[in-house]
């Protein structure tokens, strides 16, 4: 690890003067000290925000709810508020990690932690997130984890949150604070920038942006919410395909239908086309086939992610199935029910 400085900010103005392109915040650092333990990541100062007062609590938001971007991983999944109404959120917190990463991991960070590629993390390999215009050596090369929708040229890396995908499919917003103190709330695809030819900005904060708090909507009502990962071990792994859903059954068809897709893209994947082919169906087999293949009827960019295609199609099916009440739900509920 290179030497760096180290600043502990008291108020978010200090943590604000203190941040700059040679700077990188830290809070519970689960992504971050890996990182630059491996010369990754190599920033001049690191600047602690866990001293921060407000930003560790859970509080009501109109109809929804603030996050602040301090809360821990385990604490959100655990709140009887997010059990209740998001249970999407709470279930795809607990496939993530491990109990002691979760402990650690803040809301903030969880949503900026860096990609897993195996290329991104080897310094010894050209990766043009690392390193602008090196190439990219998944081109060609090993791409188990690697993204199939998205991608560029220059990267075909895939975003890791499973948190950020059930957020995706919530509609929640992310409050972002500038220097100058002024606060602005952006859409979590306004907040992550697709890799094009310049993979290494992934977001579209400023240097001295600091992410505030996340904020839920009222959940939908009368929804029912499920979320699904498929992984290589049964805890403590990646997403190779997951699928978040908010269904709303209205008369025996589809009123309403939000979908996030994970461990696919170089952000929580999301198409509005599939979402409008659902609208006032009838759900079936026929039809949930029909959006599925239309989702993943490209092929993959590497060959070793075709493999993802009949994968996300198959849970994408199935959790329809749950989320219509074709199948017996396992963590769908009225979203709603217990709100009160």
Not at 237 to 256: E, H, P, T
């Amino acid at each position: 690890m290179r030497a760096f400085d180290y600043t502990r900010a008291e108020s978010l103005d200090q943590a604000a003067a203190a941040l700059d392109p040679a700077a990188s915040v830290i809070a519970g650092g689960t992504n971050l000290l890996d990182l630059m333990k491996l010369q990754v990541m190599t920033p001049e100062r690191v600047v602690d925000i866990t001293r921060l007062p407000g930003l560790d609590a859970i509080e009501p938001e109109g109809e929804g709810l603030r996050l602040g971007a301090l809360v821990r991983n385990s604490d959100l999944a655990a709140d009887p508020r997010i059990r209740a109404r998001y249970p999407l959120l709470s279930r795809a917190l607990l496939s993530g990690a491990s109990g002691q990463i979760r402990n650690k991991a803040t809301t903030g960070g969880n949503l900026l932690q860096r990609t897993r590629c195996p290329y991104f993390y080897d310094p010894a390999m050209a990766c043009s997130k690392r390193e602008p215009g090196a190439g990219c050596a998944a081109q060609g090369g090993v791409g188990r984890m690697l993204a199939i929708f998205g991608t560029s040229d220059a990267c075909l890396a895939a975003h890791p949150s499973d948190m950020a995908v059930a957020l995706r499919a919530l509609d929640a917003e992310v409050e972002v604070r500038s220097r100058d103190g002024g606060l602005r709330r952006l859409a979590l695809d306004e907040l992550y920038r697709l890799p094009g030819d310049r993979p290494d900005l992934e977001t579209t904060l400023a240097a001295d942006d600091l992410i505030t708090a996340v904020i839920l909507p009222a959940p939908v009502a009368g929804s029912v919410q499920a979320y699904r990962k498929l992984r290589d071990r049964a805890s403590y792994a990646f997403a190779l395909v997951s699928v978040a859903a908010v269904i709303r059954m209205d008369q025996g068809r589809i009123g309403q239908a939000a979908l996030a897709f994970g461990g696919v893209a170089p952000r929580p994947w999301r198409d509005a086309g599939l979402e409008a082919m659902l609208h006032g169906k009838t759900p079936d087999e026929a039809l949930f086939r029909e959006v599925a293949q239309r989702l993943t009827a490209d092929p993959a960019p590497n060959p070793d992610t075709e493999f993802k295609r009949p994968l996300l199609r198959r849970t994408l099916v199935a959790v329809l199935r749950e989320a219509t009440g074709l199948a017996q739900p396992s963590i769908g509920t009225d979203a709603t029910k217990d709100a009160a």
